[in-house]
């Protein structure tokens, strides 16, 4: 082999390892492609709901009697410590006179012994009583302290009782519910669920109890505001707030409850009146917009076409919103910078080798 034959492999071998890259590059389909924008954009979401109490009760009475006075009814605007109902209970009146006679029986009865303990200190001095029945006397006015204490409590307990003859509004309500008129007999029985007298309702704070949807919920955070309408008062908004939700989705219905805080210092709004709450949300995290003439639509899925290491991929999204020329999409794989195929020739599949074209370059 002479130099020349030397000199001229070393170029032919680098030119037969160019030309099968410069083949694969010129069978590279060139495509237009455009990278997807995050979605900003807030979204109006409508959630139908209804009107709770702030704080709803049935007021019992714990005294056995008969109704003597009843002060209010229903619809009745009540003040917290209201008198609501008396009862006249003649049975605990007696008892409590009876109670009363026995503590001035025990009061005497432990000052008598007092007296007695304390003279008998001065008699042991001079012998005139044994030390035995001295400490036995001492003994017997400790015991008529305790028996004062006790007819006491005895005492402050059925004078509790009475007190419970007069029913009283536990907060500021309106009467929602009676069930009983004067001169009826009621029970004291606090395992009696039906002897409730009224039901009050706290409405000057309203809940508004929504069923929010997994899309919803999981954006949802204490304090989002919303606005509620309701077709009985048409061109009426009210602002309410994110009070609470549960953060456990009901296994049935899919749904998590969550209840907002409506004030209705006007009384306007009732407990139990369906509406709507409207909330301006924003887009979910992996939402982005992308030309509508890039989604392709086969047997009820949506895809996108994009360049992968040069190569043609389809990638599952779903639709949202749809602005006319684009289009809002989510995707679990879907990046801000992933090169997604505008117009996508029906021709090409998975694998395919195609060189991007940003459009606008």
Not at 118 to 126: A, I, Q, V
Request: aromatic letters at 6%; hydrophobic letters at 45%; glycine letters at 6%.
């Amino acid at each position: 082999m002479n130099s020349a034959t030397s000199l001229r492999l070393p170029v032919v071998l680098s030119l037969l390892a160019v030309v099968p890259a410069l083949v694969a590059q010129e069978n590279r389909t060139p495509v237009r492609t455009v990278a997807p924008s995050l979605a900003t954009t807030s979204r109006l979401y409508e959630i139908p709901g209804r009107t709770e109490p702030y704080e709803a009760v049935s007021v019992y009475t714990r005294a056995t009697g008969i109704v003597r006075e009843r002060k209010f009814d229903i619809g009745d605007m009540v003040k917290a410590g209201d008198v609501l109902a008396v009862v006249d209970a003649p049975e605990i009146d007696r008892a409590v006179d009876s109670a009363r006679a026995a503590v001035d029986q025990a009061i005497a009865r432990a000052e008598n012994a007092r007296v007695l303990a304390k003279r008998s200190t001065s008699l042991l001095g001079s012998n005139a009583i044994s030390l035995e029945e001295s400490e036995q006397r001492t003994t017997t006015a400790t015991e008529a302290d305790a028996a004062v204490r006790a007819s006491k409590a005895a005492l402050a307990r059925l004078e509790e009782l009475q007190r419970f003859a007069i029913v009283r509004a536990p907060f500021d309500a309106v009467i929602s519910a009676r069930n009983f008129d004067r001169g009826d007999h009621v029970r004291g029985d606090s395992a009696a669920t039906d002897g409730w007298l009224y039901r009050i309702a706290r409405i000057d704070k309203l809940r508004f109890a929504i069923n929010a949807t997994p899309d919803i919920a999981l954006r949802l955070s204490i304090g989002t505001e919303a606005t509620v309408r309701f077709n009985e008062l048409p061109g009426r908004t009210f602002p309410a707030q994110v009070a609470r939700f549960s953060r456990v989705f009901d296994t049935a219905s899919g749904t998590m409850r969550a209840e907002l805080l409506l004030d209705n210092p006007d009384f306007i709004l009732p407990a139990g009146l369906t509406g709507t709450a409207a909330f301006e949300l924003p887009p979910s995290p992996g939402t982005f917009v992308v030309p509508t003439n890039t989604l392709l639509v086969e047997s009820g899925k949506t895809t996108v076409a994009v360049v992968s290491e040069g190569k043609v991929a389809f990638q599952e999204v779903r639709p949202g919103r749809n602005f006319g020329p684009s289009v809002e999409v989510t995707s679990g794989s879907l990046a801000a910078d992933t090169p997604v195929i505008v117009n996508p020739n029906a021709m090409l599949r998975a694998g395919d080798a195609v060189e991007a074209l940003p459009m606008g370059k």
